[in-house]
């Protein structure tokens, strides 16, 4: 699944990286593959900056711009922590949307 093509903020330093697989582990679109040791993307667009990756590398090798979206709330969800949706907003109640909440 590609989102939107070369607006994903991840970064690798490949000098930091140690090997150890845990991003690749965690990733839940397969943007990282290992080569030689290494990790390398992939799949760079297929990345929803979930974070996970960067949260879990023990070397700061990775970086991203998490929180995007919905993406943190569904992480935190599957991980039983609050789970809100990160992107809800009020409506005024004089709008057309008779207010309330929705999902922008
Ligand atoms: S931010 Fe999430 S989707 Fe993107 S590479 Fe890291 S783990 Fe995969
Ligand atoms: S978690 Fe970090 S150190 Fe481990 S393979 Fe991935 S980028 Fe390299």
Redesign the pocket.
């Known amino acids: 699944m590609i989102y939107l093509k070369d607006v994903?903020t991840?970064q690798l330093n490949e000098k930091n990286c140690s090997g150890c697989g845990m991003?690749i582990v965690?990733?839940?679109?397969?943007?990282?593959s290992m080569n030689h040791g290494q990790v390398q993307?992939d799949n760079?667009d297929?990345?929803?900056?979930?974070?996970?990756?960067?949260?879990?590398c023990p070397t700061d090798a990775?970086t991203?711009q998490?929180g995007v979206g919905c993406?943190a709330a569904v992480?935190n969800a599957a991980l039983g922590r609050n789970g809100a949706c990160c992107c809800v907003v009020e409506t005024p109640s004089d709008s057309e949307n008779i207010g309330g909440k929705i999902c922008c």
Request: net charge neutral; charged share 5%; aromatic share 0%.
């Open positions: 994903v991840l991003c965690v990733c839940p679109h397969a943007v990282l993307i760079r297929s990345c929803m900056e979930c974070g996970a990756c960067a949260m879990n990775l991203v998490a993406a992480i």
